[in-house]
C-alpha cells in the first residue's frame, strides 16, 4: 500500500516562529489532508489538497503531486498550535493512509 | 450544521466483555469510515461504507469486529471478547462522495481492563 512519511516527528518552536512540516508519500494520490489532532484527540480538518497551494489566515499548505510531496507552513505560531500534526492520503481505494505526525510544541 | 458524532466518548470494559459504538454521520454524507488509533501512532484504517454496504474492510478488522450501517444512517461497531490489545480510540469518519474531503468525530477511547 501507500507509504505516507512526515517530518520532523517533534519540533519545538518559540511562540511568534514560523515552521515548515513535510509530508512525502510513495504513490500518486486523489486526496491529501492535513489534520490537527488536539489533546482530546479530536482530528481538526486543516486543509483537503490534492495539489496547489491553500492559505488559511497563518496557515498554509502546497502540494507538488508530481513530485509526491506537500508541506504545512504556519506563520507566526501561538501556543494554541500545539499539538500533532497527521498528513493523510488516499490513492486508489478509499481509505486513508496517515503519516506518523508530527508533534509541534510552542512555547511562550 | 452538525458534525459527526460518536457516543460513547469513553468506554471501560473487562477482557471477555462485548461493546458496541455508535457513529452519526454528516447527514447526506454517504461514505462513512472507521479508523483505530494508538498511542503515538497515526489513525488506521478498519472498514467503510457507501450508503448501507460495506465494501473494504482492513486485515486489521479480526472476525471479533463487526460493523453495520442499516439503511446508510448511522453505523455501529461492535467489538466481541474484548482483549487488552483492543485498546484505542476508535475514530469515525464520513465523506460526500469518494475523493472528498473526510471529516472526523471526536472518537470513542476504549480502555480494556
Known amino acids: 500500500g501507500i507509504q505516507v512519511e512526515q517530518s520532523p516527528p517533534d519540533l519545538i518552536l518559540q511562540e511568534g516562529a514560523n515552521s515548515t512540516l513535510r509530508c512525502n508519500f510513495s504513490d500518486s494520490v486523489n486526496n491529501l489532508q492535513w489534520f490537527h489532532q488536539n489533546p482530546w484527540g479530536q482530528l481538526i480538518n486543516l486543509f483537503y489538497i490534492p495539489s496547489g497551494t491553500k492559505q488559511n489566515g497563518r496557515l498554509s499548505a502546497t502540494t507538488v503531486a508530481t513530485e509526491r510531496y506537500s508541506l504545512l507552513y504556519i506563520s507566526s505560531s501561538q501556543t494554541t498550535d500545539s499539538g500533532v500534526y497527521f498528513c493523510?492520503?488516499?490513492?486508489?481505494?478509499?481509505?486513508?493512509?496517515f503519516g506518523e505526525g508530527t508533534q509541534l510544541t510552542v512555547n511562550p | 450544521d452538525t458534525g459527526v458524532s460518536q457516543d460513547p466518548r469513553h468506554k471501560i470494559t473487562k477482557r471477555g466483555q462485548n461493546v458496541t459504538f455508535r457513529c452519526d454521520p454528516i447527514s447526506e454524507h454517504n461514505r462513512l469510515y472507521w479508523y483505530r488509533q494508538t498511542l503515538g501512532q497515526g489513525p488506521e484504517f478498519l472498514t467503510y461504507f457507501q450508503n448501507e454496504a460495506q465494501l473494504e474492510k482492513s486485515r486489521l478488522l479480526s472476525d471479533r469486529f463487526s460493523a453495520e450501517r442499516p439503511k446508510g444512517s448511522f453505523s455501529t461497531l461492535e467489538i466481541q471478547r474484548t482483549e487488552q490489545g483492543d485498546s484505542a480510540m476508535y475514530l469515525c469518519?464520513?465523506?460526500?462522495?469518494?475523493?472528498?474531503?473526510?471529516?472526523f468525530g471526536p472518537g470513542t477511547r476504549l480502555t480494556v481492563l
Open positions: 493523510a492520503v488516499e490513492g486508489s481505494g478509499s481509505r486513508l493512509t
Open positions: 469518519a464520513s465523506s460526500l462522495t469518494l475523493n472528498a474531503p473526510q471529516f
